[in-house]
């Protein structure tokens, strides 16, 4: 059961980082998989990664 508990915490914060990568050059999917695999590493990747020129 507490492996279940950690497992949807995980995939909580993933999709969390995954959300703040919409508004960036990485996008969702890049920054889910890189936070899933490591928090650390996406949310490093996320925050170096450029943001989406919204004028277009």
Do not use: H, P
Request: charged share 15%.
């Amino acid at each position: 059961m507490e492996k279940a508990f950690f497992f949807l915490i995980a995939i909580s914060l993933a999709y969390a980082v995954g959300c703040w990568g919409k508004t960036r050059k990485i996008g969702f999917w890049w920054a889910f998989g890189l936070s899933f695999l490591n928090l650390i590493v996406g949310i490093i990747a996320v925050a170096c990664s450029k943001k989406i020129n919204s004028k277009q």
